[in-house]
Nanobody
């Protein structure tokens, strides 16, 4: 089994910063990519940022220049540094791992999510 656990969400004022963390554990054989998604009430889930096993990254246009995704070498821990937060960034942020485990073919695993609230 593979588990993803996020942390770091909370309440922040507009213009503030937060850093989210996601740790992957379990019977992992390979991590192909790790990503952060978010979903605000009434909206579809959207990709925020992704980092691949070789360190390539891509970002949603709305967060470019403000958010940075990073990870440890094994990609078992991924971070999302969020700067200059805006009210429209408020959402439930979830970590997604494209992972092959010892007991399962390559598939997506999801964390439970962490809430980010941006409000004065």
């Amino acid at each position: 089994q593979v588990q993803l656990v996020e942390s770091g969400g909370g309440l922040v004022q507009p213009g503030g910063s937060l850093k989210l963390s996601c740790g992957a554990s379990g019977t992992i054989l390979s991590i192909y990519s790790m990503a952060w998604y978010r979903q605000a009430p009434g909206n579809q889930r959207e990709l925020v940022a992704r980092i691949t096993s070789v360190g390539s990254t891509n970002y949603a246009e709305a967060v470019k220049g403000r958010f940075t995704i990073s990870a440890n070498n094994a990609k078992t821990t991924v971070y999302l540094q969020m700067n200059n937060l805006k009210p429209e960034d408020a959402a439930a942020y979830s970590c997604d791992g494209d992972i092959r485990s010892r007991t399962s073919m390559r598939r997506d695993y999801w964390g439970q999510g962490t809430q980010v609230t941006v409000s004065s």
